[in-house]
């Protein structure tokens, strides 16, 4: 059981680049969601799942989509690539049920830096 | 304004002491309240969960929850060097499924 897995660990860009952040996770969770963490802003959300084939936005979503397509997997694309994209970038998973039992895990993070 | 407002800290103890942590919110509809453990270049690990108002504790943990003064805390008892992390508090309305909010951590440092 490897919990949430992310890759790549780092990453640098140049300013208009593409790239696809992955994430999986192995616990049959219906909820994923993707945080950016900038220094003193804490984490905040980007996009979200509920389950496979459905997504939403969160607090921060411009520049970056998502799509679910199984309930392991959950890509964040960046688009094109602005040096206000660098960042830490956390996946999420979630279990459904009685409250007090959702735990979110997080995966290890993946380190951005737009040139 | 944030909806989640913590002290970034650094907050630096001696090992030994108690070390006291809270966050103060806007959104009266936060029903959960959560706080995470974050250490460094790692992703954050749930600590404590609580539901609505009144104290909470796990071995040398402490949460509090003050839903009338829209503030909640966390102590620590015994502080050990390994206590060294970023703490963030998190919190989610009923209605908001599993969507968080989160506070912009506090950085804790014990010194042995």
């Known amino acids: 059981n490897a919990g949430v897995t992310q890759t790549p660990k780092f990453q640098v860009l140049k300013t208009g680049q593409s790239m696809t952040l992955q994430c999986a996770q192995d616990m049959n969770h219906e909820y994923m969601s993707w945080y950016r963490q900038d220094p003193g802003m804490g984490l905040r959300l980007i996009h979200y799942s509920v389950g496979a084939g459905i997504t939403d936005q969160g607090e921060v979503p411009n520049g970056y989509n998502v799509s679910r397509s199984t309930t392991e997997d959950f890509p964040l694309r960046l688009l094109s690539a602005a040096p206000s994209q660098t960042s830490v970038y956390f996946c999420?998973?979630?279990?459904?049920?009685?409250?007090?039992?959702?735990?979110?895990?997080f995966g290890p993070g993946t380190r951005l830096t737009v040139l | 304004q944030k909806e989640v407002e913590q002290d970034p800290g650094p907050l630096s103890v001696p090992e030994g002491a108690i070390v006291s942590l809270n966050c103060t919110y806007s959104?009266?509809?936060?029903?959960?309240f959560m706080w995470y453990r974050q250490y460094s270049r790692k992703g954050p690990e749930l600590l404590m969960y609580?539901?609505?108002?009144g104290n909470k504790e796990d071995g040398r943990f402490t949460a509090q929850v003050d839903k009338s003064s829209k503030y909640i805390s966390l102590f620590i008892r015994d502080s050990q060097p390994s206590d060294s992390a970023t703490y963030l508090c998190a919190m989610r309305a009923k209605a908001a499924g599993n969507k968080l909010t989160f506070g912009g951590g506090t950085r804790v440092l014990v010194k042995p």
């Open positions: 609580t539901y609505s108002s």
């Open positions: 959104n009266s509809a936060f029903q959960y």
């Open positions: 999420a998973s979630t279990g459904t049920g009685i409250p007090g039992t959702d735990t979110q895990y």
